[in-house]
């Protein structure tokens, strides 16, 4: 059964940082798509970063890039979001989600790529 739980949310004030984690289970991690999406209340999901396990790349959305880091440790099975520089608007619930089907004809950024979801992580940032 794939699983994918995330962690390391909290509240912070501007400026500060955190490390979110995605912890995966049940399935090949190493040759896979994952990557993160937020939340806010009100607003549409969207995307915010993604790497290839497997040692390929990294990409980022446009309203992070330079702020975010996305990294693993295939030893843990596990993906990282470094976020630092935080604002008020990255307030959000964070997800994980994983392409265990190899969706090659989607793009990294499109929601429709992956196949499995965790439950997400509130990050909130306060002013």
Same mark, same amino acid.
């Given at each position: 059964q794939v699983q994918l739980v995330e962690s390391g949310g909290g509240s912070v004030q501007a400026g500060g940082s955190l490390r979110l984690s995605c912890a995966a289970s049940g399935y090949t991690y190493s040759s896979?798509? !994952?990557g993160w999406f937020?939340? +806010?209340?009100g607003k549409e999901r969207e995307v915010v970063a993604a790497i290839y396990t497997s /040692? /390929? /790349?990294? *990409?980022y959305s446009g309203s992070v890039k330079g702020r975010f880091t996305i990294s693993q440790d295939n030893a843990k099975n596990t993906v990282y979001l470094q976020v630092n520089s935080l604002k008020p608007e990255d307030t959000a619930m964070? *997800?994980?989600? +994983?392409? #265990? +089907?190899g969706r090659y004809g989607i793009t990294w950024d499109d929601a429709r790529r992956y196949n499995y979801w965790g439950q997400g #992580?509130?990050? #909130? !940032? @306060? @002013?």
């Open positions: 896979n798509l !994952v937020r939340q +806010a209340p /040692g /390929g /790349g990294k *990409y964070y *997800y994980c989600a +994983a392409d #265990t +089907a #992580t509130q990050v #909130t !940032v @306060s @002013s």
